[in-house]
């Protein structure tokens, strides 16, 4: 069966500081991946995806930036964090077919910038 | 664009049945998710409707109508664990990314 992680779960960061939010795919192949925000009681924003080993599309352009260095492996990144950057950042996968849009996410991360 | 209406509240009984609906407006439309979101977790998927009429899994059904772009989850028995955020989902138009409802918040009473 396929599984999704991603970590860390939990992170408070200074304003200007780095980030780094890895998430890992197991038990498929070439799956389509994705970065999601949500602010809290809101709903979910889509910030990156990917259909394939370097294909990243943005689509909200903003200090984070996101990549795939291997198959299922998708990194989301920050230089500088702002204070707005907080939230909860969900990573997701699904089946690389246009039709397969039953997404399945992983556990989430809490960022807070403090 | 794509856009999908839903509630942001549901309120209920424990034991009661609810009907929290999603209307949508795509082009291209594939089919309807529904997605579970408890407080603090990550949304879990539920259902996905392909083709008209009723999926059932457990106490949860969803409905979907092409002809009226709209849909619904049907939760019966109602627990107090069903208190959660509820978002319906769709893709369309030769794209396989979802658009997300803002989700519906189905809190549920003793």
């Known amino acids: 069966s396929q599984t999704i992680h991603q970590w860390p779960a939990t992170l408070v960061q200074p304003v200007g500081s780095p980030l780094s939010l890895e998430c890992t795919v197991e038990?498929?192949?070439?799956?389509?991946l994705y970065w999601y925000r949500q602010a809290a009681g809101r709903g979910l924003q889509l910030l990156f995806y990917?259909?394939?080993?370097?294909?990243i599309s943005s689509e909200v352009p903003q200090n984070l930036s996101a990549s795939r260095p291997q198959d299922r492996q998708f990194i989301l990144s920050s230089k500088k964090l702002l204070l707005s950057d907080s939230g909860f950042y969900l990573c997701?996968?699904?089946?690389?077919?246009?039709?397969?849009?039953?997404?399945?996410f992983g556990e989430g991360s809490w960022l807070t910038v403090v | 664009g794509q856009s999908l209406e839903q509630p942001s509240e549901v309120t209920a009984v424990e034991g009661a049945i609810v009907q929290i609906n999603c209307t949508y407006q795509?082009?291209?439309?594939?089919?309807l998710s529904w997605y579970q979101q408890h407080d603090g977790g990550a949304p879990t998927f539920l259902s996905y409707?392909?083709?008209?009429g009723l999926e059932e899994t457990g106490r949860f059904s969803s409905f979907l109508s092409r002809s009226d772009s709209y849909g619904y989850l049907l939760l019966q028995e109602l627990q107090m664990k069903d208190s959660a955020s509820y978002f319906c989902?769709?893709?369309?138009?030769?794209?396989?990314?979802?658009?997300f409802g803002r989700g519906t918040s189905l809190i549920v009473h003793p």
């Open positions: 997701a996968w699904s089946v690389n077919r246009v039709s397969g849009n039953t997404i399945y």
């Open positions: 038990g498929t192949s070439n799956p389509n």
């Open positions: 990917s259909v394939g080993i370097g294909q």
């Open positions: 795509t082009s291209g439309f594939y089919g």
């Open positions: 409707n392909a083709l008209d």
């Open positions: 989902a769709a893709a369309s138009g030769g794209s396989y990314i979802p658009t």
